[in-house]
């Protein structure tokens, strides 16, 4: 943060540590509060983020989560699922459950 080229900076990646997380995202907001954090430590201080689900529902904030590498994989079929085809899932579910 003391170097000139700070100033030039807009979004930091954080792979730290949850509690290293916590103590960057202060420091960063103490030296320039607008500046925006993309969590990728178990901090979650803002919003979990899946993007392929609800970037724009975040988009504006200023420090996200973008969940484990698990959930970025599997958290868009599960959407795509409820959103697209819950009805025919559960209908053949209780269809082969018989």
Not at 20 to 33: Q, T
Not at 38 to 59: F, H, K, S
Not at 79 to 84: L, N
């Amino acid at each position: 943060m003391n170097m000139p080229e700070f100033a030039d900076i807009d979004i930091v990646f954080d792979a730290t540590s949850a509690g290293a997380h916590v103590k960057n995202d202060a420091a960063l907001r103490e030296a320039k509060p607008d500046i925006r954090l993309i969590d990728l430590t178990p901090a979650a201080i803002g919003p979990y983020c899946v993007p392929v689900v609800n970037l724009e529902a975040n988009v504006d904030q200023l420090n996200v989560n973008m969940v484990t590498c698990g959930g970025q994989a599997t958290i868009p079929m599960v959407a795509a699922v409820f959103t697209r085809g819950a009805c025919s899932l559960r209908r053949n579910y209780r269809f082969y459950r018989q």
